[in-house]
């Protein structure tokens, strides 16, 4: 596998190694000590999946302070345009962002330590999801900023359908309003 750093410090993007032949293809998604050296040194204990439509918008979101969660994510079927946005307080990057396009066909990964918002955009009908996290969720910590806030300077992909989000992702506060991450 090859890890590549990205702009913002700790953010990687995992190029696991596909092995693929005439009856489809094998890939090791995850083994502890070869992320380890790689420095991705997060002590997985959950995982989640989601499916989603075409134009869903998940995010941005994190969970705050000893609550919050790094995450590995990785498309199995589909495809998205991930981001992970630096609200680290007092973070030489604080408000940039980095983003990569995942598919089940590309394999990639993208690694979101914890002090970044993480979301994404399906870009394929029936997209599922994956997310190891290295802490629990706790609803009482979750946290969000608005995917389109124009002060985030985000070029979401154009789709030809209208972007769909949840109630609760249309009404988070804009980027100013929030208070950034701290791990205290």
Same mark, same amino acid.
């Given at each position: 596998?090859?890890?590549? /750093?990205?702009?913002?410090?700790? *953010? ?8 693929? =032949? ?21 002590? !997985?204990?959950?995982? @989640? ?12 979101? $994190? ?7 790094? %995450?590995?994510?990785? *498309? ?5 345009? =991930?981001?992970?946005? /630096?609200?680290? %307080? ?7 962002? *980095? ?6 066909? @590309?394999?990639?990964? !993208? !690694? ?13 009908? @029936? ?7 290295? @802490? ?10 608005? !995917? /389109? ?6 070029? $979401? ?5 209208? *972007? ?21």
């Amino acid at each position: 596998m090859q890890v590549e /750093d990205t702009a913002l410090a700790g *953010v990687k993007i995992v190029h696991p190694d596909i092995h693929r =032949d005439a009856r489809g293809y094998f890939v090791e998604t995850y083994n502890r000590a070869r992320y380890f050296a790689a420095g991705i040194t997060a002590d !997985f204990v959950q995982d @989640n999946e989601s499916l989603s439509a075409k134009g869903v918008v998940r995010g941005l979101h $994190w969970q705050a302070g000893d609550k919050a969660q790094a %995450k590995l994510v990785r *498309v199995v079927r589909g495809a998205v345009w =991930d981001i992970a946005v /630096d609200i680290r %307080k007092g973070s030489p990057t604080y408000g940039r962002h *980095v983003a990569t396009t995942l598919t089940a066909e @590309n394999g990639l990964q !993208f !690694f979101i330590p914890r002090g970044f918002a993480h979301g994404f955009i399906v870009l394929e009908e @029936n997209t599922l999801f994956s997310y190891k996290c290295d @802490n629990f969720y706790c609803k009482e910590a979750e946290r969000g900023v608005r !995917f /389109d806030d124009p002060a985030l300077k985000i070029v $979401w992909p154009t789709l030809d359908i209208p *972007v769909k989000l949840s109630e609760k992702d249309q009404t988070h506060p804009l980027f100013g309003a929030i208070e950034p991450w701290s791990a205290l």
